[in-house]
């Protein structure tokens, strides 16, 4: 019921800036919650940050004071802005939604394809 599409994903310089944007599409109630994910080879799909309709957001550790999460609530997208970027953060990136299907607030979740983000030393 919820399409989620990435892109801003590239290869940047370690210290660089990236931003990636997810936009939700589809038939939905609402979208209490967004997230962004990363995954590499042989470790699992973490969380890097998170973020509700109503602001309050939470930040992995390791991103912490370096990455910032928003979204724009009446476009359905949310945006993560990536600041001096290492190369330990290189990993595919994925969106995700929580959200409710109908009125009666039946939960459901979405991940997007995800899109490469490669930080060179």
């Known amino acids: 019921q919820v399409q989620l599409v990435e892109s801003g994903g590239g290869l940047v310089q370690a210290g660089g800036s990236l931003r990636v944007s997810c936009a939700a599409s589809g038939s939905f109630f609402a979208i209490p919650e967004m997230a962004w994910y990363r995954q590499v080879p042989g470790k699992q799909r973490e969380l890097v940050a998170s973020?509700?309709?109503?602001?309050?957001?939470n930040y992995a550790d390791s991103v912490k004071g370096r990455f910032t999460i928003s979204r724009d609530n009446a476009e359905n997208t949310s945006y993560l802005q990536m600041n001096s970027l290492k190369p330990e953060d290189t990993a595919v990136y994925y969106c995700?939604?929580?959200?409710?299907?109908?009125?009666?607030?039946?939960?459901?979740?979405?991940w997007g394809q995800g899109t490469q983000v490669t930080v060179s030393s």
């Open positions: 995700h939604a929580d959200y409710y299907r109908d009125y009666r607030l039946r939960r459901s979740d979405s």
């Open positions: 973020i509700t309709t109503g602001g309050r957001t």
